[in-house]
Each structure stands twice: as C-alpha cells, then as structure tokens.
C-alpha cells in the first residue's frame, strides 16, 4: 500500500475556509515563500514556485478565502524585498480585475 501523499481529485472538490493566517515568520527564501504560499492555499503539489505560476493560481486555478491575513509581513519585506512587493502587486492585480465579483472577492491584510 502506498502512504505517500496523493494530489486532491482533480474532480474532488476543495473545502475553502472563510479566512486564513498566512505566518511569514522565519520565510528566508523564495522557495520558502512560494511551498507556503502553495500548503496555505492549497495550491496543486505540481504549483511551480514562481510568480507566473502564483497568478495563475490565484484567478482560477484554485479559489481563494474570503480573508488572507498575512502575519509577520514587515519580517517578509526586510527578508525579501522584491518577492514581498511581487506578493503584494499580484494580489492587488487580483482586487483590482475579479474584486467587482462578490463571488470571487478576497481581503488581504499585511500584519
């Protein structure tokens, strides 16, 4: 018997909380950042760890909370300046086309 962990069914579908924390404390790397992005989100295991791939994600390939609150952002900014601001800009990008939808709207909050 296999006791590996197995992808969600693609057909399966994903229970979706209300809202999330998103803990940044102690994210040192890109690669930290986008594996926690990708368990929190819940993000497919074949998510590429990329900014393109975070995008994709993020307008369809998986829905969102309602809330995400991001808890240690300042620790974020000072560790990796330019993936915060990506992080920041995509979820802006994602507010500002799909926000009109109440279906599909997401509060991100910076802590």
């Not at 069914?9 to 998103?22: F, H």
């Not at 497919?44 to 969102?64: C, K, S």
Request: glycine share 4%.
């Amino acid at each position: 018997m296999n006791s590996e962990p197995t992808e969600i069914d693609e057909e399966e579908e994903m229970e979706v909380p209300e809202q999330i924390c998103i803990d940044l404390h102690g994210v040192s790397s890109a690669r930290q950042l986008h594996e926690l992005l990708r368990k929190e989100l819940q993000f497919p295991l074949w998510y590429g760890h990329n900014w393109d791939a975070f995008w994709d994600a993020i307008r369809g390939l998986v829905p969102l909370p309602k809330r995400i609150t991001f808890i240690g952002w300042a620790n974020l900014v000072e560790a990796l300046p330019e993936d915060s601001r990506k992080l920041r800009e995509l979820f802006d990008k994602y507010s500002e086309k799909y926000g009109c939808y109440a279906s599909d709207y997401c509060e991100v909050i910076y802590l």
